[in-house]
């Protein structure tokens, strides 16, 4: 790591067992570390080693639920395109700490290439849920000069990088 290049964007170098790791944790992260080397061919003690390594590397951030929306109630998706009043550090700061508070915000990311400062996704039960969240919560958010809403129609697929 050079010292011009944050530590959040040094890449670790990946074998093909790391990524075989990573694959199959991404399919079934609950799969022991046993069945998990005998699938990519190392006794269980080097891939313990190589899952530590991985999380220490923060490569492996976490082990996750995945959950279907539409089974839970929330059939609805939705990608809003949201502008700011300002661009300052403290009202960016304030939009984030206060989106993040709300349940139906699944992510929610600055992006550049277009007028709007984020975009979020949110799951939602109908169109009744979201006119509440919308006009009660995101619009109230300080600085929120525009919205624009996109629904989703079908999520193609979704995958993690490896």
């Known amino acids: ?32 570390i046993t069945e998990l080397a005998e699938n990519v061919n190392l006794s269980a003690t080097p891939c313990a080693r190589r899952i530590k ?9 976490g082990y996750h639920t995945q959950t279907d929306a539409e089974k839970l109630g929330y ?22 700490k206060r989106v993040q508070s709300f349940d139906e915000v699944i992510s929610c990311s600055i992006v550049t ?24 919560r995101l619009n109230r958010i300080e600085g929120v000069a525009q919205v624009h809403t996109s629904f989703e129609l079908r999520e193609v697929f979704s995958r993690s990088i490896v």
């Open 113 to 136: 290439g277009r007028s709007e400062d984020y975009l979020i996704k949110v799951r939602v039960r109908d169109m009744a849920h979201y006119e509440e969240f919308l006009l009660h």
């Open 75 to 96: 059939p609805l998706a939705i990608f809003i395109a949201i502008s700011m009043d300002r661009h300052t550090a403290e009202r960016f700061e304030q939009f984030e």
């Open 53 to 61: 390594r991985l999380e220490d590397a923060g490569i492996i951030t």
């Open 1 to 32: 790591m050079t010292d011009s290049q944050p530590a959040s964007q040094t890449t670790h170098p990946l074998d093909d067992t790391d990524k075989r790791i990573l694959r199959l944790l991404q399919i079934d992260a609950r799969m022991s």
